[in-house]
């Protein structure tokens, strides 16, 4: 077992309490204007920037900092078209005959049916794997914990990166996705968690007039 290396915390940085005050009030006023988009512009985004956006995600802490995320970026059409075609399949079985009667109410009043033309219009599609367990380049497996904690965490600050920057983004995940590994080639190591889609929204972009809760019906102080 090799013994641990420490380094001095050197990038921390205290903000006085008012800043800190300030600071919490604009990150919030940033936070809640993220919208989940279905209506995407097909207007280009240059890849550097979606570059930037994975390697802030690519910080997010992981047990044992084994960092079990793969981000697949698809911009190719013929693949996009490809997901597009399965993904609908799969949506279709579920509006028709896989969802409960309570799934679809739930559902309703975001306006969601088995039509996801975004899947090709959308510039980018990032589909996120998680590694259940890594692979080593001599065939041997390394075991991965918390796997699925750390990709949903990843996947959050890819969410909140896409949002800081201007874009808009959208948590698409049909079910079951395994047709994901088969198109993107990914080994059986790795699950899909799910699909951001990313871009501009169209100009004529509508959402749901839905709510977030209050801080009383989210959180408790004890
Ligand atoms: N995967 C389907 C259904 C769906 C499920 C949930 I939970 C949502 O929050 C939204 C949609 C679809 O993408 O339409």
């Known amino acids: 077992m090799s013994s641990p290396k420490f380094i001095a ?18 990150f919030y006023e940033q ?6 988009v279905r209506q995407f512009s097909d207007r280009p985004i240059s890849r550097e920037i979606i570059e930037q956006c994975i390697l802030a995600a690519a910080t997010a802490p992981s047990g044992a900092n084994l960092q079990p995320w793969h981000f697949v970026v698809v911009t190719d059409p013929s693949v996009k ?12 079985e579920f509006y028709n005959k896989r969802a409960p009667k309570e799934w679809l109410e739930a559902l309703a009043p975001l306006g969601t049916d088995e039509h996801k033309p975004f899947l090709e219009i959308a510039p980018y599609l990032i589909a996120i794997f998680e590694e259940r367990y890594g692979r080593l380049p001599t065939g041997g497996q390394v075991k991965h914990y918390y796997p699925k904690e750390s990709v949903g965490i990843a996947t959050g600050l890819l969410i909140t990166a896409i949002q800081q920057v201007g874009l808009v983004s959208l948590t698409h995940t049909p079910s079951p996705m395994k047709f ?12 899909p968690f799910l699909v951001l889609v990313v871009g501009y929204p169209a100009e004529d972009a509508v959402v749901p007039d839905i709510k977030r809760k209050r801080l009383e019906d989210v959180c408790t102080f004890v």
């Open 9 to 26: 915390l050197t990038d921390y940085h205290e903000y006085h309490i008012d800043e800190m005050r300030q600071r919490a009030v604009s």
């Open 31 to 36: 936070m809640r204007s993220r919208r989940t």
């Open 81 to 92: 078209r490809q997901i597009r075609v399965a993904a609908e399949e799969e949506e279709k």
């Open 180 to 191: 994901l590994n088969e198109i993107l080639r990914r080994p059986s190591n790795e699950t």
